[in-house]
């Protein structure tokens, strides 16, 4: 093949011309045809994959999100019901208003059960808080060391919830008898109609 070949080449007698050149030009014409799909096509098809890539491995951490949720739905919900019944029996440990009076005598009846002699029962102003009401009771009671303990025990073994707070103890100018002074505190919850 000589250079004036090439020379007299032209697309009307593609046909004629020389195999190496033949092999060439297809070559070239499937690169340019590769290379114009791939920049009009695949170039666009591969930023979808490289997205929908991207949003699979998203939606394939929040499905073993979900699905430990709902491998743990069954002790969550018992865990739920557990609260719920020991947040049932602590409110049915707290007294309504109607009860607080109840309680008082309750409160009165270990110490005289206890064998104390009452100086001061005096229940104080109700203080709210944010979802119950504190009653606190002001006391001072006489009686021997075991006596004072048997009624403080008595007070925390009542059905309702009864705390002991600021005690301080004395001798008397009996022998062998204790002054407790302490404040006892009473809680109740606060109902709905009393909320708005």
């Avoid at 049932?88 to 109840?102: C, F, H, Y």
């Avoid at 005598?105 to 104080?124: H, K, T, W």
């Amino acid at each position: 093949m000589k250079m004036s070949d090439l020379q007299n080449l032209t697309a009307e007698n593609v046909g004629s011309w020389p195999l190496p050149v033949k092999v060439a030009g297809a070559i070239l014409v499937i690169a340019l045809v590769g290379f114009l799909g791939w920049n009009y096509d695949v170039k666009e098809l591969q930023a979808q994959l490289l997205a929908a890539q991207a949003k699979e491995s998203q939606l394939k951490s929040t499905f073993e999100g979900k699905q430990k949720q709902a491998a743990n739905l069954p002790a969550l919900k018992q865990q739920l019901a557990d609260i719920n019944q020991t947040f049932g029996d602590l409110l049915k440990r707290l007294p309504n208003q109607t009860e607080v009076a109840e309680l008082l005598v309750d409160i009165s009846q270990q110490g005289l059960g206890a064998g104390l002699e009452f100086d001061l029962f005096r229940p104080g102003a109700e203080q709210p808080r944010d979802y119950y009401v504190e009653l606190p009771i002001q006391l001072r009671v006489r009686g021997s060391y075991h006596e004072l303990g048997n009624f403080i025990s008595g007070i925390s073994d009542l059905p309702r919830i009864v705390t002991s707070h600021d005690i301080k103890m004395s001798p008397s100018q009996k022998v062998g008898e204790l002054v407790l002074e302490a404040t006892a505190k009473t809680y109740r919850y606060i109902s709905e109609d009393e909320d708005g």
